[in-house]
């Protein structure tokens, strides 16, 4: 059921009978309480963000939440409740974001992607440890430090290889979080035309990433990398050349052609281009389709 959030019947906005505006209003009114930090706002509400056992009831009568006898916590009871821990998640943090672009609001993006490359020393040295491996590492749930939080990794984890996260559903997600990053990267470098950004942001995170794919995936089949094994998104485990991350490195080789780069990186990039495997196809109800679990 669609209910009234106390902030909005008490929302004044002058000239206007629309819900709609009045809404936007208050979205932004209430990012901008969350955009001035150091940290990325936080997701799915942001300080709005009731948490763990605050019912709606409470929710609606702020005087009640200050009480000096606190209510036991009652989970569930509130329609805005998440209750998903205290790390960054790559695919929720990113969602206030996106929207910045086409609102011309450029300088909270620019704040939130520095953050996100800032782990570059750290992302290193996990390629190497984790997979032999140059570049840099990323994943998709990650604490304020930039490591996998202790209940996502695994504290009891026996004989299981460095870099292997016991969670196989966020905790496994690698790469396709990282591309996804690139893009937002050459986006705002595009919309801002903030090339000394790209030279010394971008590019070096973008590089960094695909010398990761390139030497983690040391086999080749007809002289395409093998990407193998890898999370599919959070839906399928282990899998094979995994759509997302094909097409988030085409998506990102053919970005980077609006761009002016030297002839080293052009040379580059487009010896990458001929190693990128191919989509694979299925079949379903007689159609061709995507194959993503091979």
């Known amino acids: ?66 009480s000096k006898t606190p209510q036991p916590p009652e989970i569930g009871k509130s329609p805005d409740e998440r209750s998903w821990g205290n790390m960054f998640l790559w695919q929720n943090e990113r969602l206030p974001y996106q929207p910045l672009f086409m609102q011309n ?31 840099e590492y990323n994943t998709e749930i990650m604490t304020s430090f930039g490591l996998s939080p202790d209940y996502i990794y695994g504290v009891e984890r026996g004989d299981l290889p460095q870099g292997y996260c016991k969670n196989r559903h966020g905790g496994a997600v690698d790469i396709s979080p990282g591309l996804e990053q690139c893009y937002m990267l050459l986006t705002y470098c595009e919309y801002a035309d903030d090339l000394l950004f790209f030279e010394e ?11 990761y794919i390139r030497t983690r995936f040391k086999d ?32 990102i080789l053919k970005e980077l052609k609006k761009f002016n780069l030297s002839d080293e990186k052009k040379k580059y990039f487009l010896e990458y281009e001929k ?16 194959d993503d679990i091979c």
């Open 1 to 66: 059921p669609i209910y009234k959030s106390y902030l909005f019947e008490n929302t004044q906005v002058n000239n206007t009978d629309s819900q709609v505006t009045r809404a936007y209003i208050l979205s932004k009114y209430m990012q901008k309480c969350c955009m001035g930090a150091k940290y990325p706002i936080r997701f799915n509400g942001g300080y709005f963000n009731p948490g763990i056992g605050i019912p709606f009831g409470q929710l609606c009568q702020p005087e009640s939440i200050v």
């Open 105 to 135: 609001d450029l300088e909270p993006v620019k704040k939130f992607l520095k953050y996100y490359c800032s782990f570059d020393k750290i992302n290193r040295v996990k390629a190497k440890k984790y997979y032999d491996a140059e570049g």
């Open 201 to 211: 942001t971008a590019l070096p995170y973008i590089l960094g990433l695909f010398e």
């Open 220 to 251: 080749r089949e007809k002289g395409k990398i093998v990407l193998y094994p890898l999370n599919s998104v959070e839906t399928y485990w282990a899998t094979k050349n995994p759509v997302t991350v094909i097409a988030g490195i085409k998506a």
């Open 275 to 290: 190693i990128v495997p191919g989509y694979t196809y299925g079949e379903a109800d007689g159609k061709k389709i995507l």
